[in-house]
């Protein structure tokens, strides 16, 4: 996911300025919204994991804010990531045609009918992925001070790597 | 602007190829069916079918051996008025609650003069099936920027819409268009 979704802003980014033309113009786009369907079903996934599991403790020496900023930002990449992927939805699909995901299967369309549904909807993917990236850096910034200055577990707990001192899930 | 016939094609295409099957391309919306009927006798009130869906085959060496289908939904019906769609999907004209679907499928494709085609085939609208026939032309055919082939026709058929047990006073007629670009499978 850390790499997906920058990846895909990057990429939805170059693709809308593509000309009419380039053998891109289609593609990038089919691919952009399958892809970001593909993210849809890992985060429903990953959101289910984390209601029906236990959470990893977080590193002991951390401060009350840290521990409470650090829910924070991840509840809020929740929020952020499924408003994304619906306003995206909610732009392809304003006029009643499905998403089609890599020529599999489509995700039929549901609300068509808001005014302006496809510029509001791309005012708010654009803009909210744009924070998200930027929200996303200030976590990776926050994981590197946790591991070159506070020199904890968090970045390799995160990247999935056992804690060095102990067993990551801390619980 | 200068139409490609369909007799330049049969100049060009000298080998004999087998007749390749094409998808109308509604979803990149690159087709229409349009439709005209005159406003009280004055003016021209135009609209056209939202969803419909089709195949077409077609083959510039033998155009006899063209086939085209399309299904129409015709509740989506826009002629730019929501009050009017929902007065002629209504009982009164295309009862789409009791005929849901309308569709023309080819029966006979003949080479014209001009470049054109003559398409004979069963047109299903307002429940009632009829045989009509209306001429066709080919707009253009080539690769796509995107890797595909396109072929691209337009056509214009006039009907009398008493023939589908539907009364569109005062002439009883309208004019429909269709508009089709199609991609190779």
Not at chain 1, 102 to 117: K, N, W
Request: proline fraction near 4%; glycine fraction near 8%.
């Amino acid at each position: 996911m850390a790499l997906i979704i920058p990846g895909l802003m990057v990429f939805g980014l170059w693709m809308v300025d593509l000309d009419y033309y380039d053998p891109w113009y289609k593609q990038g786009p089919d691919l952009h919204r399958s892809i970001g369907m593909i993210v849809l079903l890992l985060l429903l996934i990953r959101l289910g994991w984390r209601l029906t599991n236990p959470r990893p403790a977080m590193e002991s020496g951390m401060a009350n804010w840290e521990k409470i900023s650090a829910t924070l930002v991840h509840w809020a990449f929740y929020i952020l990531l499924f408003t994304i992927i619906t306003s995206g939805y909610l732009i392809s699909t304003a006029d009643g045609r499905p998403v089609v995901v890599f020529e599999l299967f489509e995700i039929s369309a549901t609300l068509t009918s808001i005014p302006d549904q496809e510029d509001i909807a791309g005012f708010v993917h654009f803009y909210l992925a744009v924070g998200t990236v930027i929200l996303g850096g200030l976590h990776a910034l926050a994981a590197l001070k946790h591991h070159f200055i506070n020199k904890d577990e968090t970045l390799r707990r995160m990247i999935g790597l056992s804690g060095r001192q102990r067993d990551q899930s801390g619980v | 602007m200068k139409r490609i016939t369909l007799l330049t094609f049969l100049l060009a295409f000298t080998s004999a190829v087998c007749a390749d099957n094409y998808v109308i391309d509604t979803r990149g919306a690159h087709a229409a069916i349009t439709f005209k009927f005159k406003h009280i006798g004055i003016s021209w009130l135009v609209g056209h079918f939202k969803t419909f869906s089709g195949e077409f085959t077609f083959d510039p060496d033998n155009i006899g051996a063209t086939t085209i289908s399309v299904d129409i939904d015709p509740a989506s019906i826009d002629s730019n008025h929501a009050e009017r769609d929902k007065h002629m999907r209504g009982a009164k004209y295309f009862n789409v609650a009791k005929f849901p679907t309308a569709k023309f499928d080819s029966t006979k494709v003949t080479a014209a003069d001009d470049g054109m085609a003559s398409i004979e085939g069963d047109l299903t609208l307002h429940g009632v099936t009829k045989n009509i026939r209306f001429d066709a032309s080919v707009v253009g055919q080539g690769k796509d920027p995107w890797g595909g082939y396109r072929a691209g026709f337009e056509a214009t058929y006039t009907l009398d819409t008493q023939d589908f047990g539907m009364s569109f006073p005062p002439s009883n007629t309208v004019e429909l268009g269709l508009f089709i670009e199609g991609i190779r499978r």
